[in-house]
């Protein structure tokens, strides 16, 4: 219903702001990566927004980047994530890193964010396996198929660093298959 709000900033409460656009002052709860990217008071600024209509009120969410406000949208659509947990997980990590962490299923860097167990940081692994990888792998530099995160979670599971992985993946030819891919990350792993 609101997709985008732009005007002055008044108030910074983190992790509610209040922007006034033209005469109408909205109550916005942004991520820390967002609020920490804001302007100064009395300066203008641009917010990608998500409306949640419940029972007992409206509450406007508001993202820097229109990939930010999609995640934030991935994740509510999780059951026993809520609009507050998403914002946590938001303001715990950054997109690129989120989607690095659902492709490489690296529950240890989501429990790390304040009110994520175990379980919801399996659930979320789960779920949004395929989808936020897939869509945002890029972003983060991650290849996104089948056979290069067989590739990756083989050499992660052969005791290398994600770092180490990561460099020789990016050797591998994008149309290798996953056991000639494996020969040659670890080749070019063993001249590193």
Do not use: W
Request: net charge neutral; charged share 20%; proline share 3%.
């Amino acid at each position: 219903m609101i997709g985008r709000l732009s005007g002055l900033l008044l108030e910074k409460n983190p992790p509610q702001i209040l922007l006034d656009c033209h005469g109408v002052g909205y109550e916005v709860d942004v991520p820390m990566s967002t609020f920490y990217n804001l302007p100064g008071l009395g300066e203008k600024t641009t917010l990608f927004t998500h409306l949640a209509i419940r029972e007992d009120a409206h509450v406007l969410f508001g993202f820097a980047s229109v990939e930010e406000r999609s995640v934030f949208r991935q994740l509510i659509k999780i059951s026993g994530v809520g609009a507050r947990t998403a914002l946590a997980i938001l303001s715990g990590m950054s997109v690129g890193d989120l989607a690095q962490a659902i492709t490489l299923q690296e529950a240890g860097r989501l429990i790390k964010i304040p009110g994520i167990g175990k379980k919801t940081a399996e659930r979320l692994l789960l779920e949004l396996k395929g989808k936020l990888g897939a869509d945002l792998g890029h972003a983060s530099g991650v290849m996104q198929s089948d056979a290069s995160s067989d590739i990756l979670n083989a050499l992660l599971a052969l005791g290398y660093s994600d770092k180490e992985a990561m460099l020789a993946l990016k050797q591998v030819p994008k149309e290798a298959g996953v056991s000639e891919g494996i020969k040659l990350a670890l080749k070019a792993l063993s001249k590193a």
